[in-house]
Structure formats: structure tokens, C-alpha cells
């Protein structure tokens, strides 16, 4: 799976949702405290009704769908993600301009001097939050700070404090730049130490040489799967096979010839042995388990039988020298009961393996049902 850098995925749009939620509220009490100083709402009581009424609206709107977008289909993610980031910008736009009608007003000292410092706090506050999406957080600060900077350099009455803000929001640019990179950064980091951690896992669990499970593997699979019949009442089936003369190859040619011998075994126990629910593994040298949860005797010992002459066909090519041997394999099938130790499993299959051994090899034994 390949990390996209820029992707918006589910997780950025969760961060993102989660950074803006809580500030919204602010942005609902702020302009309040601003209206409300000194008097203002009452020298001025259209132009506060109507900021309030428009900003308390797109900020309610932006709450609600925020809820409602948590809850919608995967088919309309885009179309939520859109909405979001408009309803942000345009939040910006609105306060932009309210902010900039107070700050060019005559006489209004106070209320300027408040809308100053929470639209330098909103800018900063909006750029970090949005930083995810590098677009929303330049997008956010230029159209909350550049209206009233731009008016008011164009007026001329205080180009100190226009170029102020205009600094001011070059300087958040810069800011969103860089931490959208530094987020980007963490979050491959993330994703690439997840991978490693399911990579590590998943090796721990496969026998490396045969890619097939490894005892530790096998060993909780049967757990599971032993509980699992026991409470359905159905039967499961365990098989232990052995390499006849597995040391003879390794004394001829060799261990890395026993090696390949080991892989192929490995390869054909998977071909005989395909449904989703049958588990095979290395237990052990040249040991191999076989799990067949609700599979009997008879049905089992049909594939086992097709596994053994498979193998009895097999000539494996180790550097021109022919490799072939056979397999003795012991099975035991009964409906577990609950609580019954896998164990009481082992013991049987074992004995059956050793009674086909004594048999002359090359064969199935079955030590009767539990």
C-alpha cells in the first residue's frame, strides 16, 4: 500500500474536523464582546445585528454539518469535505470583512483595538488548525487578514497598521508551509511504522522458509478453532505429517538441498488444502500440522490422501541431483467438547503418525474418533 502525501484520506479530514470544532464556538462569543465594548452596538445597531445574525448563522451551519457529516454515507465524503472547506473560508471572508468596517471606522478606538487582537489570535488559531490541508490554512489567513490590510493601505490613514497585518499574514503563510509539511512528515512516519508493525507481526506468525504458519500461529488458530466447533458442534480434524527420511537428503545433499525439499512440501500442502478455513504450518523441522475445522474423518483423509501421493510424485531439481521421498501422516476427527485441551488432539494424532511409521511409512493412520 503506497503512502500518498497530499491525499486528503479520512484521517486529515477527521484532524481536520476535530482541530475546527471547538474554535467555532469562539467564534460565536468573540464578535459579542467586541459589539458590546464601550457601547458600539448602540452608535451602530444595523451594522452589529447584521454581522452577528450572518456570523452566528454560518458558524451554527458549520456545527450541524459537522454532525451530520459524521453520520453520512461514504459516497457523499467528498461532497462533505467541499462544504467544509467553503464554510471555513467563507467564515474567514465574513469576519475579514467585519473586521475591516470597524478598523477604517472614525472614533471607534476601543472596539478597533479588540477586533485587532482577536483577528490576529482567530488567524493564528485558523492557520494551525487547518494546517492539514495546506490550501485551507493559506486560504483561511489571507482572506481573514488581507481585506482590512488592503483597506487600509489603500485609505493611507494608518499604513503602519496595514502593513502591520500585511506582514503579519506573510508571516502565517510561512507558518502553514511549513507546518503542513512538518504534519505531512509525521504522518508518513506514522504510516510507514504501522506497516513495519503489521510486517513484524505478520513475520512472526509465518515460518520464513515454507511461507507457511508457524507453530506460535498455528497453536492460536487452533485455540480459536477449537472453541469455535465445540460451541457450533462440529467436527474438526487434525493431521501430523512427517517426511519419511527427512535426515537421509539432508546427509546426501546437503541442508540447503533439505531446504527446498522443505518448501516444497510447504507449496504442496497449500494446492491440497486451499479453503479459507484450513490451516497448515510447520511445527517443527520436518513437521507439518494440518487443521480442518468441519471436516470428518472421511472427507479428510480424502484430501490427506491426495496430499500424500502428491508429495509421493514430487522429484525436486537441487543442482541436477533428484530429490524425491514420501510422507507419513497421522489424523485424528471427533466434535470437540467444551473446554477439551488441543492437547487430547496432539497426543492422538501423534499416535496415529507413529502406528503409520510402523506400518512402513507412506501411508494414513487414523487413531479412531473422540
Given at each position: ?57 454560518i458558524c451554527l451551519f458549520r456545527l450541524v454539518h459537522l454532525s451530520l457529516s459524521g453520520r453520512a454515507a461514504e459516497k457523499y465524503e467528498k461532497l462533505n469535505y467541499k ?48 494546517i492539514p490541508e495546506r490550501r485551507l490554512s493559506i486560504f483561511y489567513n489571507l482572506f481573514m487578514l488581507l481585506p482590512a490590510a488592503t483597506t487600509i493601505l489603500v485609505k ?215
Amino acid at each position: 500500500m503506497k503512502f500518498q502525501r497530499h491525499s486528503i484520506n479520512k484521517r486529515v479530514i477527521a484532524d481536520l474536523k476535530k482541530r475546527s470544532t471547538f474554535g467555532i464556538f469562539f467564534y460565536m462569543l468573540v464578535p459579542y464582546c467586541i459589539f458590546l465594548t464601550d457601547n458600539y452596538v448602540d452608535r451602530h445597531p444595523k451594522v452589529t445585528l447584521l454581522s452577528l445574525g450572518i456570523f452566528t448563522a454560518i458558524c451554527l451551519f458549520r456545527l450541524v454539518h459537522l454532525s451530520l457529516s459524521g453520520r453520512a454515507a461514504e459516497k457523499y465524503e467528498k461532497l462533505n469535505y467541499k462544504i467544509f472547506f467553503a464554510s471555513v473560508v467563507l467564515t474567514a471572508l465574513i469576519w475579514g470583512t467585519i473586521s475591516t468596517y470597524i478598523l477604517v471606522q472614525d472614533g471607534e478606538q476601543k472596539a478597533q483595538f479588540l477586533m485587532i487582537i482577536c483577528t490576529s489570535g482567530f488567524g493564528a488559531g485558523g492557520v494551525i488548525s487547518f494546517i492539514p490541508e495546506r490550501r485551507l490554512s493559506i486560504f483561511y489567513n489571507l482572506f481573514m487578514l488581507l481585506p482590512a490590510a488592503t483597506t487600509i493601505l489603500v485609505k493611507g490613514d494608518n499604513i503602519t497598521l496595514g502593513a502591520a497585518l500585511l506582514f503579519y499574514s506573510a508571516y502565517l503563510v510561512l507558518i502553514s508551509l511549513r507546518g503542513n509539511s512538518e504534519y505531512w512528515t509525521a504522518l508518513e512516519n506514522e504510516f510507514l511504522l504501522e506497516r513495519q508493525s503489521e510486517e513484524l507481526k505478520l513475520a512472526s506468525r509465518i515460518d520464513v522458509l515454507t511461507n507457511i504458519s508457524n507453530r506460535r500461529r498455528f497453536d492460536e488458530l487452533f485455540h480459536l478453532t477449537l472453541g469455535l466447533s465445540a460451541r457450533r458442534g462440529t467436527p474438526i480434524t487434525l493431521i501430523i505429517c512427517d517426511i519419511d527420511h527427512f535426515k537421509t537428503i539432508n546427509d546426501t545433499f546437503g541442508h540447503l538441498a533439505g531446504d527446498e525439499y522443505l518448501k516444497c512440501i510447504g507449496r504442496c500442502l497449500q494446492d491440497v488444502f486451499r479453503r479459507e478455513t484450513d490451516v497448515v504450518g510447520r511445527y517443527g523441522g520436518d513437521e507439518f500440522v494440518i487443521l480442518l475445522p468441519d471436516e470428518g474423518t472421511a472427507a479428510a483423509r480424502e484430501l490427506a490422501e491426495c496430499f500424500r501421493k502428491k508429495v509421493a510424485d514430487v522429484v525436486v531439481d537441487y543442482n541436477g541431483a533428484k530429490i524425491a521421498s514420501t510422507v507419513s501422516l497421522g489424523m485424528t476427527s471427533c466434535v470437540p467438547q467444551a473446554g477439551q485441551s488441543p492437547e487430547t488432539f496432539f497426543k492422538r494424532a501423534d499416535t496415529a503418525l507413529y502406528m503409520a511409521k510402523n506400518e512402513g511409512r507412506n501411508r494414513i493412520a487414523v487413531h479412531g474418533e473422540c
